[in-house]
């Protein structure tokens, strides 16, 4: 009987396992300075981050924000260059349930 819950709880797991690894792209760094790499296997634009329970009024700056500037383009080799897609925008979401945040895209 324990076996066959362990079993049963092990095929519920192992098919969920995969997706979460396979939806996120890389990060390395700290929060204060960090890069994102793609390495989904698919296009992507830009990237998003959640700052669980933080508000707007928590966050003092932000790469890019307003007064600090924003490179864009590809800079001189359009093959080797990294493409800036613009400013961050910041908002706050609300959950529900006590779970809040701040979404930094």
Request: glycine share 16%; proline share 4%; aromatic share 10%.
């Amino acid at each position: 009987m324990r076996i066959r819950t362990c079993l049963r709880a092990l095929a519920t797991a192992l098919p969920c396992a995969g997706f979460a690894v396979a939806a996120h792209a890389s990060v390395f760094g700290t929060l204060g300075n960090f890069d994102v790499v793609n390495d989904t296997g698919s296009v992507a634009h830009g990237f998003e981050i959640e700052l669980e329970d933080l508000h707007l009024g928590d966050i003092s700056d932000t790469f890019g924000g307003v007064g600090r500037g924003f490179p864009s383009g590809r800079g001189f080799d359009p093959q080797l260059a990294v493409q800036r897609y613009g400013a961050p925008t910041v908002t706050e979401y609300d959950a529900g349930g006590g779970i809040f945040g701040v979404r930094v895209t």
